[in-house]
């Protein structure tokens, strides 16, 4: 991904953290043949004045103990262990560890563990978690953009909510559905169009994979430095090699998973080369930039390449900038044909 959130952002987690200790409070007392405690005692103390009165969380935990009551100590001990692997969330990401699924959860607990995380997920945007959160990361976003893909834009804090993607999906991985650090802003193509319901940490063959952590700090490059000018279907449009920077496979299951270079190339170098070549003869003209050698030409690519580099990700600055680093590094290779283009361009822009 193009750049990732603060993990600040998820440190508002008691809700997840209370749902956690529940559980685990339930546990310990079927496990030591003692009556669990019963609502609203079941809620730690310094948040069970706040909790008390959520009568469809209360019915959840209800069930979930109900279905806990019947299955043995080692299914319920098993239980334990896949929630906490499930909430592993960095070091899952790094393939440093593994978890079970809901498939290993016993299918007589199955639905009622979902059915009480996903609804504690909902309860994130009662309790103001949801909006808390996503006010903080908004703000550290640079220009507002969804980090997958770096063209969609995020709505400020108060509109219309945007998708919040479960990375870890809740269907496999419903123990760390209410879990901030499990949480990710994303927009709206990437998350309904694109990621949808796949396994962040598995290949479609099932083995595991690494993928980019959107708290971890990490960040990618576009490099378009290897695209041939003129090879696209249309003979002026470059045939485009798309890079990334570094080339992890964290990127590979940011791609596969994103169709990121599909994307780009599609949706935006595709469709845009032709405008970004004209735009760029009309800054000559205005702003008065001779290309009348070569040397006066790169020099004035050079330029609109910094210009448009120093934009961010800002009307997707960030892939034209890559473009026009490419064509310079072309004309300065003597690329006489592009070279040619751009100086027929600058006659009749
Ligand atoms: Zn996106």
């Not at 994307?263 to 595709?270: A, I, M, S, T, W």
């Not at 790169?298 to 580099?309: L, V």
């Given at each position: 991904?193009l750049f990732t959130?603060?993990i600040e952002a998820t440190?508002?987690?008691?809700?997840?953290?209370c749902?956690?200790?529940m559980?685990?409070s339930i546990?310990?007392s079927?496990?030591a043949g003692?009556?669990?405690q019963?609502?609203?005692?079941i809620?730690p103390?310094?948040l069970?004045d706040?909790?008390?009165?959520?009568?469809?969380?209360r019915d959840?935990?209800n069930a979930?103990q109900?279905?806990?009551?019947?299955l043995t100590?080692a299914?319920?001990?098993?239980?334990?262990?896949?929630?906490t692997?499930?909430?592993?969330?960095?070091?899952?990401l790094?393939?440093?560890?593994?978890?079970?699924t809901?498939n290993?959860?016993p299918e007589?607990?199955r639905?009622?563990?979902?059915?009480?995380f996903?609804?504690?997920f909902?309860?994130?945007t009662?309790?103001?978690?949801r909006?808390?959160f996503y006010?903080?990361?908004y703000?550290?976003?640079?220009?507002?953009?969804?980090p997958?893909c770096g063209?969609e834009?995020?709505?400020a804090?108060?509109?219309?909510?945007?998708?919040?993607?479960?990375?870890?999906?809740?269907?496999?991985?419903?123990?760390?559905?209410?879990?901030?650090?499990?949480?990710v802003?994303?927009g709206?193509?990437?998350?309904?169009?694109?990621?949808?319901?796949q396994?962040?940490?598995?290949r479609?063959?099932?083995?595991?994979?690494?993928?980019?952590d959107?708290?971890?700090g990490n960040s990618?490059?576009?490099?378009?430095?290897?695209?041939l000018?003129?090879?696209?279907?249309?003979g002026?449009?470059?045939?485009?090699?798309?890079?990334f920077d570094p080339?992890?496979?964290?990127?590979t299951?940011?791609?596969?998973?994103f169709?990121?270079?599909t994307?780009?190339?599609?949706?935006?170098?595709n469709?845009?080369?032709?405008?970004w070549l004209?735009?760029?003869?009309?800054?000559?003209r205005?702003?008065?930039?001779?290309v009348g050698t070569?040397e006066?030409?790169?020099?004035?690519?050079?330029?609109?390449?910094t210009?448009?580099g120093?934009?961010?990700?800002?009307?997707?600055?960030?892939?034209?900038?890559?473009?026009?680093?490419m064509l310079?590094?072309q004309?300065?290779?003597?690329?006489?044909?592009?070279i040619?283009?751009?100086?027929?361009?600058?006659?009749?822009a």
């Amino acid at each position: 991904m193009l750049f990732t959130y603060p993990i600040e952002a998820t440190e508002n987690n008691w809700f997840h953290d209370c749902l956690c200790e529940m559980v685990q409070s339930i546990h310990a007392s079927l496990d030591a043949g003692e009556e669990p405690q019963v609502w609203p005692d079941i809620i730690p103390m310094a948040l069970r004045d706040g909790l008390r009165s959520r009568r469809g969380l209360r019915d959840r935990i209800n069930a979930y103990q109900q279905a806990a009551g019947e299955l043995t100590i080692a299914d319920r001990q098993n239980i334990i262990q896949i929630l906490t692997d499930q909430n592993e969330i960095e070091r899952l990401l790094s393939c440093d560890h593994n978890c079970g699924t809901a498939n290993d959860l016993p299918e007589s607990i199955r639905g009622q563990a979902k059915a009480l995380f996903s609804f504690a997920f909902n309860l994130l945007t009662n309790l103001d978690i949801r909006d808390t959160f996503y006010g903080i990361i908004y703000e550290a976003s640079p220009n507002h953009v969804c980090p997958f893909c770096g063209c969609e834009y995020f709505d400020a804090p108060g509109a219309v909510r945007e998708d919040l993607d479960h990375y870890l999906p809740k269907s496999s991985y419903p123990f760390a559905a209410a879990n901030l650090r499990n949480l990710v802003p994303m927009g709206h193509k990437c998350n309904s169009g694109y990621k949808r319901d796949q396994d962040i940490l598995k290949r479609q063959d099932g083995t595991r994979r690494r993928a980019f952590d959107p708290y971890g700090g990490n960040s990618i490059k576009i490099s378009l430095d290897d695209s041939l000018p003129f090879g696209g279907e249309d003979g002026v449009t470059p045939d485009w090699q798309i890079q990334f920077d570094p080339d992890s496979e964290e990127a590979t299951t940011w791609d596969e998973v994103f169709q990121i270079r599909t994307r780009y190339k599609r949706d935006v170098l595709n469709e845009s080369f032709r405008s970004w070549l004209t735009d760029f003869s009309r800054w000559c003209r205005f702003i008065g930039v001779a290309v009348g050698t070569n040397e006066a030409l790169i020099n004035a690519i050079d330029r609109y390449t910094t210009y448009w580099g120093s934009m961010g990700f800002r009307d997707r600055a960030f892939l034209r900038a890559a473009v026009f680093r490419m064509l310079k590094s072309q004309c300065e290779s003597g690329n006489e044909r592009l070279i040619m283009l751009f100086r027929d361009m600058a006659v009749w822009a």
